[in-house]
C-alpha cells in the first residue's frame, strides 16, 4: 500500500466486533482517522445523508466496513442507499462487507452490487493487507 487512508469507517452492530477492528486498524495504522458506528442508519446519514453535492464526496471515507446483519438498517439496506448515490460520490470509497454470513443467498445478494468486497469476520491483517493491495 502507498500511502495511508485518510479515513475507514467500521458499521457493525457488535460492540467487541467494532473494538477489536478498531484496534487492528490503529495497530496497523492504515488510516488516519477510524469512524465506528453501531447502527447503520447513523453512519449512512453522518458519511453521505445531507449532501448530495462536493461537500460529501469530499468527506467521503475512503473504505467503509459494514456488517449484513444489524437491527433496524441492516447492511443490505446500507448498500442499496450507497449503490443509489452518484457514481462519483461512490468512486471515492470502497465498500466492504465484513460478515459472519457465508450464505449463499447472501453473497448472491451482495454481488449484484458492483464493485462491493465480501469479507468473512473476523478481519485480520491478511484479509486487511489482500484488499488494500487489490483496491488501493
Do not use: C
Request: aromatic share 8%.
Amino acid at each position: 500500500m502507498a500511502s495511508k487512508l485518510r479515513s475507514i469507517v467500521l458499521v457493525d452492530d457488535n460492540e467487541t466486533t467494532s473494538f477489536l477492528n478498531n484496534r487492528l486498524l490503529s495497530r496497523l495504522e492504515v488510516a488516519e482517522q477510524v469512524y465506528t458506528y453501531h447502527k447503520a442508519e447513523q453512519a449512512y446519514q453522518q458519511i453521505w445523508g445531507e449532501e448530495k453535492d462536493e461537500a460529501a464526496t469530499a468527506k467521503a471515507p475512503d473504505l467503509v466496513f459494514v456488517d449484513l446483519k444489524m437491527p433496524g438498517m441492516d447492511g443490505f439496506e446500507f448498500l442499496k442507499l450507497y449503490s443509489s448515490l452518484p457514481p462519483e460520490v461512490r468512486e471515492k470509497t470502497v465498500m466492504a462487507v465484513l460478515t459472519t454470513s457465508m450464505h449463499a443467498a447472501d453473497t448472491a445478494r451482495v454481488a449484484q452490487y458492483e464493485g462491493v468486497e465480501y469479507l468473512a469476520k473476523p478481519l485480520t491483517e491478511e484479509k486487511l493487507s489482500k484488499l488494500l493491495e487489490k483496491r488501493f
